[in-house]
Nanobody
Framework: QVLLVESGGGLVQAGGSLRLSCAAS????????MGWFRQAPGKERSFVAA????????YYADSVKGRFTLSMDNVENTMYLQMNNLKPEDTAVYYC??????????????????WGQGTQVTVSS
């Protein structure tokens, strides 16, 4: 079992920045992905970004490319999501997730086995 604890959410004005953290009780395997998803009220949970491999290959949703940056501290087993130039449409609960197996696709919620409790991000206009 892997426990994931998110932190760093909050309220920010449009154009501002936040950094989310996801601390894992242990890393399953570096070739398995860890990622962030978000869920706005009345919408399905959607992919934001993922990281995989010792080289730290990253994947981003088109809506956050160029604004969000994902990184991994392999010593502390902590994943970070730096979010810049935030927009009101980024408002959502952000969830950290981790895989227990390798999959070709990392953008679907069904590919992840462990989830955090979520952290609220609210961007005011």
């Amino acid at each position: 079992q892997v426990l994931l604890v998110e932190s760093g959410g909050g309220l920010v004005q449009a154009g501002g920045s936040l950094r989310l953290s996801c601390a894992a009780s242990r890393r399953t395997f570096s070739n398995y992905a860890m990622g962030w998803f978000r869920q706005a009220p009345g919408k399905e949970r959607s992919f934001v970004a993922a990281i995989r491999g010792m080289a730290g290959s990253t994947y981003y949703a088109d809506s956050v490319k160029g604004r969000f940056t994902l990184s991994m501290d392999n010593v502390e087993n902590t994943m970070y999501l730096q979010m810049n130039n935030l927009k009101p449409e980024d408002t959502a609960v952000y969830y950290c997730a981790a895989q227990s197996r390798w999959t070709l696709v990392v953008q679907n919620t069904t590919e992840y086995d462990y989830w955090g409790q979520g952290t609220q991000v609210t961007v005011s206009s």
